[in-house]
């Protein structure tokens, strides 16, 4: 099987790595996410208007270019070499791909507005640290010309820069899945802002009456879960694509600070044991590019297979994240965990990547399950 990138996508990490390069700096960033909104919505704009990459890999049908998978794959891992704070993965790549895949005037309304750059999708779905898509405590009850939402979801990330809330509630015919423009200032909405400790935005929210129109709803049930099943894997490959970024970036900044700091008169990169400790860190970046690639191929792939090959790859991302974020900042000694420092910045990154769309223990668990006669 050919695994080498097409022209076309060449040229898409090309055009998307120079963009970063020269107009994603991370004072700017840090200084975005610590004292400003956030984010920089000025680089979102860009990101549509300039570089297509938020229609990239959405269908025509909603104003995208029809790309798929690997388009998903080289974004995400550019975008994690740059520590991009912006909500790529969740707005594009798990809202946007499952609003894409639902025929209905709202999913494909929002849908569009995510291509044109003026959607920020937060998904609405956890209540406690299971992550089982299936377990909603959250209801949804028709009233009229309305759906009525009580419930709780827990740490809604980019729930405080969103304009539109993908949310879980439970109906009478099954898990029901919505989408509805939001406004934290809402009737019936309380949100509860959070900075991560990698300086991503969220929120818990409190949802008590929180009326939305009657073509909020998108699917129930099976056909639901089955949506949003896909969409949550999708994300899943993203953020381990995402993750490969960072950690080729911290071992690119590891060695040559190796070859700069000097102790006992010559380089720590003379020194062979930690020179071997380097090759470590490489070979678990080369195992988990070798693992998110794998989960991009069978996104598309049957059910199981799909779900094996993704929780695969985010067990070795979760192996390598921490064997390489942890040896990093041990190779840069006290300078590792300074706000100075890039390489403190990533390894909270790479830290909190082992947790977002189920732990390494969820994944490792799930994969025992599909695998078990």
């Known amino acids: 099987m050919d695994f080498d990138l097409t022209a076309e996508q060449q040229l898409l990490r090309d055009g998307l790595t120079h963009f970063l390069a020269a107009r994603y700096d991370l004072e700017s960033s840090r200084k975005a996410v610590k004292t400003g909104a956030g984010w920089q919505p000025e680089i979102w704009r860009a990101f549509a208007d300039e570089l297509g990459i938020l229609g990239a890999t959405l269908p025509e049908s909603v104003g995208g270019m029809g790309g798929g998978p690997a388009e998903t794959m080289v974004i995400a891992e550019a975008l994690g070499h740059a520590l991009v704070v912006e909500p790529y993965v969740n707005t594009v790549v798990v809202a946007g791909g499952l609003l894409a895949r639902i025929d209905s005037p709202a999913a494909r309304g929002v849908a569009e507005k995510i291509a044109e750059g003026d959607a920020i999708v937060a998904f609405a779905a956890a209540e406690d640290s299971s992550d089982d898509l299936g377990t909603v405590t959250t209801t949804a009850r028709r ?20 304009t539109h809330l993908l ?35 969220a929120a818990d929210l409190e949802l008590s009456g929180w009326r939305i129109p009657a073509d909020a709803l998108l699917a129930t049930g099976d056909d639901a879960l089955a949506v949003l099943h896909r969409a949550v894997d999708a994300g899943v490959a993203a953020i381990c694509a995402e993750a490969v970024g960072a950690m080729r970036k911290v071992l690119d900044d590891t060695v040559e600070y190796s070859k700069q700091r000097q102790q006992f008169g010559v380089p720590l990169s003379s020194f062979q044991v930690l020179s071997h400790r380097m090759v470590d860190m490489l070979i678990e970046v080369e195992q988990a590019s070798a693992a998110a690639l794998l989960a991009t191929i069978k996104l598309d792939a049957a059910p199981d297979e799909r779900a094996r090959a993704v929780s695969a790859a985010k067990v070795t991302i979760g192996r390598a994240a921490r064997f390489v974020g942890q040896n990093a900042v041990q190779l840069h000694g006290g300078m590792g965990m300074t706000e100075e420092l890039a390489i403190g910045h990533y390894f909270k990154r790479l830290s909190a990547l082992q947790y977002e769309y189920g732990t390494t223990d969820r994944h490792l668990a799930r994969y025992a399950a599909l695998t078990t006669p």
Request: aromatic letters at 8%; proline letters at 2%; zero cysteines.
């Open 143 to 162: 009233d009229g010309d309305a759906w009525v939402l009580d419930g709780f979801k827990a740490l809604v990330v980019d729930a405080p820069l969103a």
């Open 167 to 201: 949310v879980t509630a439970q109906t009478d015919d099954g898990v029901g899945l919505f989408v509805a423009g939001y406004d934290a200032d809402a009737a019936g909405v309380t949100a509860h802002a959070i900075r991560t400790v990698d300086d991503r935005q």
